[in-house]
């Protein structure tokens, strides 16, 4: 399994932006992928974005199209989430996630499915109205 480790929330304003990081380390299989997720209180788990690791296709959550961005720096084993023009209802946990096999899985990045197979800790994200 993959080891993740999520870093760069806080408290925003609305309209304002964030940029959060997840540090990934282990052996990677031919096939993974890097999903944030998030959950609010009293709310499911919701999958935001998808990046594939071997090819670098991109998934959203229609809630955050247009606003969010998920990137890679394969030389720092890292996965971003640029987050702007944020809202209250953007407010939650948010987690990266991991899974890799040895066979295309890339149903289960553009789908934002349950599954994934490594988690972080998490990282609280605040918007103020």
């Known amino acids: 399994q993959l080891q993740l480790v999520e870093s760069g929330g806080g408290l925003v304003q609305s309209g304002g932006s964030l940029r959060l990081s997840c540090a990934v380390s282990g052996r990677t299989l031919p096939y993974y992928y890097i999903g944030w997720f998030r959950q609010a209180p009293g709310k499911e788990r919701e999958g935001v974005s998808c990046?594939?690791?071997?090819?670098?296709?991109?998934y959203y959550a229609d809630s955050v199209k247009g606003r969010f961005s998920i990137s890679r720096d394969s030389a720092k084993n890292t996965v971003y989430l640029q987050m702007n023009s944020l809202k209250p209802e953007d407010t939650a946990v948010y987690y990266c996630a991991a899974v890799q096999r040895i066979f295309m899985y890339q149903s289960i990045c553009r789908d934002l499915r349950d599954g994934f197979d490594s988690w972080g800790q998490g990282t609280q994200v605040t918007v103020s109205s």
């Open positions: 990046i594939s690791g071997s090819d670098g296709s991109t």
